[in-house]
């Protein structure tokens, strides 16, 4: 069957009841739990997934992406009002939303959020529905070498977008590749680092991880930061502008969603990054640069547009090679394969038909975004102020329910807890989290892949050389290590002259 | 320069240098484990095929993986070290997000006062959470957790409190078990019954 036609085909799979129920509910949940300051949307879609077990997969999986779509958007309401993201995405929001929000004008912030934030989403999902088919198609071809050669690239590029410090973003994303390799190896059939435990053999589970690693640990940060603290909120009547309020800045919105949609398909670069560049694009290009930071309606648009465009960006990589762009769609690999869905360029060939309906259902949720954000504005509102004692223990009890259902397993329960700790002491020393997820998702395949490549080439190890495509890859990696040098190196020069 | 800001420019400086340390230290942690793992590689059993052939066995990828952790971590520890004895002259401004967020809370009085004990308290209940849930099963288990947690942390009239715990585990309970189908544990005391 052609493009068009499976996509119309997948737009007829999914317009029911049901399908579009459980959107809206995602949406909702991805909202509310969005916009309640430290639970991000990796937390959101992490602590629903057990949720979507018993479901189908076109319910279950549409519920998850209105997730996606919810969270991030959601995070743009706490960031306005209460001047804290309930995001990472939205940490640029805070600047010229609570801005506004101080001088009387949250309502407008808040709707311009929502305009542009589904707008960017839009522009997404139109770049995911076109450019996900063709490229799986070509990733049909990637044999285990140049599958070694992406994923080592996924790896190093993970590093190098750790902010400061990418020697820390390395050593997480390894410790999570020592973490997947516990359990049974599944070339030889040997068990490694079991320890003599059983219930080891089959592997860390998934979802015990990512639940452990992002919520509990969670709610470990915000047990050690809680203070009691009373925040109100104010939002005027007024929560609805027309068009042509925003004459004049919708060519800043289709540049910081092309930017959100780029920056989210790079592995390992997420929503924040994304509103930081399309932000300093924006500011860069704008005639009001002097008020940007002081209530300038340019910066929520480029920051909001961005961070929500990345969402379809970054389930390009992973719908069509297999490669999380961050740590959301980290979890959503866990989501898919609990669906029985192996995301990478077979989902395409063997899956079609559950794929289309799932990138309809994509454009669907940001449809049904804009709604749920126009109607629920006031109530999302009172929402981000509850306090974060009353949150961490809610979250909590989601996580262990959450964590035993998927295999009524109390090992399940206790890796959890100890993937907490774990977590919680890394996040407290400002080691970043994304790395670890995507290192415990691609260190088997890289495993796998290399294995298998040496295994056809008799252990040659010359054989990587033997695909451009690889070589393309290693080059690519060799060069993001070696990138800060350079750049340090050109500044001494620039320095000494 | 003032009194106030020369006190505040050293508890900022300490405050770095605490957590460099505690960096440090972490990263410690993470090179020991990098060389547990290597050495629990050689507790994989190898095959006598795997071993004739020239093909990489199962312990080589392990090993590869431990050796980057333990000199990622070598060199994690040697430039923190630095840093840690160039204080004096460090840039503190990575970590003025910190000395920023400290000021603006206002400190609580009381055995909670530190966030370790804090952390501790919440780890205790936490553990105590996952035995209970185990022996007494969910509904009980999360009812127990959830108030303790809200009487310790949220400090409301207890009447509040116990009428939360109970709507939202009872609500949790209903959703997975009636509408997701999900089976709880009934907890392992009450199994016989």
């Not at chain 1, 490549?453 to 040659?460: F, I, V």
């Amino acid at each position: 069957m052609g493009f068009l036609p499976s996509i119309l085909q997948g737009f007829a799979t999914i317009v029911n009841v049901y399908s579009l129920l459980s959107i809206t509910i995602g949406v909702m949940l991805g909202v509310f739990i969005g916009c309640l300051p430290g639970l991000s949307g990796t937390m959101a879609v992490a602590i629903i997934t057990p949720l979507t077990f018993t479901m189908s997969p076109q319910i279950g999986i549409t519920l998850l992406l209105g997730v996606f779509v919810g969270a991030i958007y959601g995070g743009s309401i706490s960031a306005i009002l209460i001047g804290t993201p309930g995001t990472p995405g939205s940490i640029v929001t805070v600047f010229d939303g609570y801005a506004m929000a101080k001088k009387g004008n949250a309502g407008k912030a808040l709707y311009t959020a929502l305009l542009f934030s589904v707008f960017g989403g839009i522009v997404s999902a139109l770049f995911l529905i076109s450019i996900a088919p063709p490229l799986s198609k070509i990733a049909l071809q990637f044999g285990p070498r140049e599958y070694f050669g992406l994923v080592l690239f996924g790896i190093s590029i993970i590093a190098s977008l750790c902010g400061k410090n990418p020697l820390k973003g390395l050593i997480v994303g390894f410790l999570g590749i020592t973490f997947a390799l516990i359990g049974l190896d599944l070339t030889s059939g040997v068990s490694r680092f079991t320890i003599g435990i059983f219930d080891l053999n089959a592997g860390l589970n998934l979802m015990s991880v990512l639940i452990g690693y992002f919520a509990v640990s969670e709610v470990l940060m915000m047990a050690s930061q809680m203070v009691k603290t009373r925040r109100t909120v104010n939002v005027e009547d007024k929560t609805f502008y027309g068009l042509k309020e925003y004459k004049g800045h919708w060519w800043c919105a289709i540049k910081s969603s092309v930017i959100g949609v780029v920056i989210g398909i790079i592995p390992g670069a997420g929503a924040a990054i994304a509103s930081f560049v399309s932000y300093d694009a924006a500011k860069k290009s704008s005639k009001n640069s002097k008020d940007f930071g002081s209530g300038c309606i340019e910066g929520i648009i480029a920051s909001e547009a961005a961070n929500n465009a990345t969402t379809g960006g970054a389930l390009i990589p992973m719908m069509t090679l297999g490669i999380p762009g961050d740590p959301v769609t980290a979890v959503l690999i866990g989501s898919f394969m609990i669906q029985g869905l192996q995301p990478g360029p077979l989902l395409f060939q063997y899956n079609s038909e559950v794929v289309y309906s799932l990138l309809a259902g994509f454009l669907i949720a940001n449809i049904i975004l804009y709604f749920i954000g126009l109607l629920g504005i006031k109530l999302f509102s009172k929402i981000s102020v509850v306090p974060s004692s009353i949150i961490a223990p809610c979250v909590m009890v989601l996580c262990m329910v959450g964590t035993y259902a998927v295999r009524n397993n109390m090992m399940d329960v206790i890796i959890m807890l100890i993937m907490g700790v774990i977590g919680f002491i890394l996040k407290k020393h400002e080691f970043p989290a994304g790395p670890f997820v995507i290192g415990f998702i691609l260190g088997p395949i890289l495993e796998k892949s290399l294995r298998q490549a040496l295994t056809a080439s008799r252990g040659d190890w010359s054989t990587f050389f033997g695909s451009p495509v690889c070589v393309g890859f290693m080059l690519l990696t060799l060069f993001t290590y070696l990138n800060p040098v350079i750049k340090k190196v050109f500044a001494g020069i620039k320095a000494k002259a | 320069m003032s009194t106030f800001n020369f006190v505040s420019s050293m508890s900022a400086k300490k405050l770095a240098f605490q957590e460099k340390t505690g960096e440090l230290i972490v990263t410690l942690g993470l090179m020991l484990w990098g060389i547990f793992f290597y050495w629990r590689s050689f507790f994989i059993p190898i095959t006598a095929a795997a071993q004739k052939s020239n093909i990489i066995t199962s312990t080589f990828f392990p090993r590869l993986i431990s050796f980057s952790i333990i000199g990622l971590s070598v060199a994690h520890i040697f430039v923190t070290g630095l840093k840690i004895m160039r204080t004096g002259e460090k840039d503190v401004s990575d970590n003025s997000a910190h000395a920023q967020r400290g000021s603006e809370q206002a400190p609580e009085k009381g055995l909670l006062s530190s966030p370790l004990s804090r952390i501790v308290a919440a780890g205790v209940l936490m553990i105590g959470f996952v035995l209970l849930f185990h022996i007494i099963g969910f509904l009980p288990s999360s009812f127990i957790f959830m108030l303790s947690f809200l009487l310790i942390f949220h400090k409301k009239h207890l009447f509040i409190n116990i009428a939360l715990s109970a709507a939202f585990t009872t609500a949790v309970f209903l959703i997975f078990r009636y509408v997701f189908i999900v089976l709880l544990p009934e907890g392992i005391l009450f199994e016989s019954f």
